[in-house]
């Protein structure tokens, strides 16, 4: 995977207006898990954008990323490690309350692997969040090499809601919640095309064919 300064120059990783209502729709959703306070990972945590959310929020974050470049950027404000979803993560068994990968999953070639150590790091009942691109979005087929997941060369899997769910058991959670989701918060990050409809400015779910899967699990006791 790309860990070097070119890979990271790309609205993706810039902190617009956009974004951070995205970030408060994330925080959102952890409080909608039921998790309203606690420790928290974030897998592949970039720039930290999500893990200051976080603590502006009263949550203890802690990010996990891969890119040393990246996590130089972040600053000491926040508490981040370097280290690969790909290997045994460098925490204590039960040591969170919940886990969160953000539009990483996709990078990640053993994800169950990677969902079974974060089973590893939450305690019991712990939540854990994914979002990913989802597999049978109805912009794929419209946008066609344009669309997003096509426009990273370091995705290595696209995922329908039926294999992700499947993961998550495997990996030792229940499914408890599943959802696509349309968001136009930051909508074209990868397609300029798209831009003008950020003006919507908020994330709107779908039942089936959103453009991107969202997954609550609760790691078994």
Known sequence: MATG???FEREYFELHEGKRRYLEYLIGQLRLSGVESGAVLDVGSGFGFFLRALQRAGF???????????????????????????DDLPFRDRSFDAATLLDVIEHVEDFRGALAECARVLRPGGRILVITLNRFSAARPLMGRRWSWYRDPTHVHMFSIGVLRSGLEEAGFDCVRTTTLWNFCSVGETSRVLRPLRAIARVVHAPAFGDAILLEGARRG
């Open 60 to 86: 203890r974050a802690v990010g996990l990323e891969l890119s040393a470049y990246a996590a130089a950027r972040t600053g000491r404000d926040v508490r981040q490690v370097l280290g690969s979803a790909e």
């Open 5 to 7: 300064p070119e890979y």
